[in-house]
């Protein structure tokens, strides 16, 4: 996806691929846990949910570079349990590790692409009007322009892409992190989350993870599901 804002933008990468596999499945594993009050410092829990965003706009963005899905294999070595998050981040991590690039490549076209229309169409205004660029769509470009986000006129797709909105999640936690007061940090990520992805982002993970074209994106869409999951408790959504 290729909104832009100014100094910051939003493209290929948000959150750098080298290294963050395993800080984000160790903190996956604290704050999976009932109490997500505590046991990791404020700082970190933002660059774990960031790396998360990240993971899940790369892999819908396009079809993942071979870099990307290297170093989302490395889940497959977590240590997991009863926690569906867990479960979902080595589901994943094999899935990765087992599965082709060129198969890959083909699944996304029939997921996402087609012959005029994929068997999934990743844009919240489907999921919410049944209709592609509707008021979803209008609001949320409203809102990107009060965040300061420009829209890349070079790009064809709809800013409501579900690529391009864990991207301005990622960006959102990364540069309001960055703020010393956490309280409006939080309350800016949870009112975007809210009015823009809570209402239709696991329907669309859901869907994904039971697709008739889906193999490895399957493993996506569990992935995503159980993420967003934990961020509706992480944000009181």
């Given amino acids: ?127 919410l009007t049944g209709y592609l660029m509707e008021k979803p769509l209008s609001l949320l470009r409203d809102d990107l322009k009060a965040l300061g986000f420009e829209r890349d006129e070079n790009v064809v797709e709809p800013e409501d892409h579900v690529a391009a909105l864990c991207e301005v999640m990622a960006l959102l936690i990364t540069n309001e992190s960055l703020t010393e007061d956490e309280n409006v940090d939080t309350e800016t990520q949870t009112i975007f989350f809210e009015k823009h992805l809570s209402e239709w982002i696991n329907r669309f993970f859901d869907d994904l993870s039971i697709a008739e074209s889906a193999v490895f994106y399957r493993a996506v869409g569990r992935f995503g599901s159980a993420f967003m999951n934990l961020e509706k408790q992480y944000l009181l959504v």
Avoid: C
Avoid at 42 to 62: D, H, P, T, V, W
């Fill in 1 to 127: 996806m290729s909104l832009q804002t100014q100094p910051s933008h939003i493209g290929e990468k948000i959150v750098p691929f080298s290294g963050f596999s395993d800080q984000i499945f160790a903190g996956m594993e604290s704050m999976s846990g009932r109490d997500l009050s505590g046991g990791l410092e404020k700082n970190q829990e933002q660059q774990y949910r960031a790396s998360a965003y990240s993971i899940l706009g790369a892999l819908l963005r396009k079809v993942p570079e071979r870099e990307v899905l290297e170093h989302v294999a490395n889940f497959s070595s977590v240590a997991v349990d009863e926690d569906e998050l867990l479960l979902s981040m080595s589901t994943l991590g094999l899935a990765a590790k087992s599965s082709e690039l060129s198969a890959i490549d083909d699944e996304y076209h029939d997921l996402f692409i087609g012959l005029g229309r994929g068997e999934l169409v990743p844009y919240g205004s489907w999921y």
